[in-house]
């Protein structure tokens, strides 16, 4: 199976109403997507990351290159800073162990 890690570190106001009008859309067409096993977000520190698992690496580039996702990218410059980490696992990961991941291979973006 294929995890996914994200971390996006807000801009002000203005980044938290495109932040909502951007990732409500693409977080719900993730759930809904072909191959994808789990879909979970939380909010740690300063950060709002989500937890995705996918059948594989396949099906979760499917998802990427869907509209909703698509769109979000296209506009996450005006939203925030952030990182993704993802790599390829048998298990699915606790939140703990997925965030210490996140931060072990953090690459702002």
């Not at 698992?53 to 396949?58: G, L, Q, S, V």
């Not at 580039?61 to 990218?73: E, F, N, P, S």
């Not at 993802?86 to 298990?91: K, M, N, S, V």
Request: net charge positive.
């Amino acid at each position: 199976m294929y995890i996914s890690i994200t971390g996006i570190k807000v801009k002000g106001f203005f980044g938290m109403l495109r932040f909502m009008r951007y990732t409500t859309p693409s977080f719900a067409a993730a759930r809904k997507a072909n191959g994808n096993l789990f879909c979970d977000s939380k909010k740690i520190n300063k950060y709002y990351h989500t937890l995705t698992a996918w059948e594989n690496k396949n099906k979760m580039m499917d998802y990427l290159r869907g509209k909703h996702h698509t769109l979000a990218m296209k506009n996450f410059k005006s939203i925030g800073t952030g990182s993704v980490y993802g790599y390829e696992d048998d298990l699915m990961p606790s939140w703990e162990d997925a965030i210490k991941k996140w931060k072990q291979n953090f690459k702002e973006i």
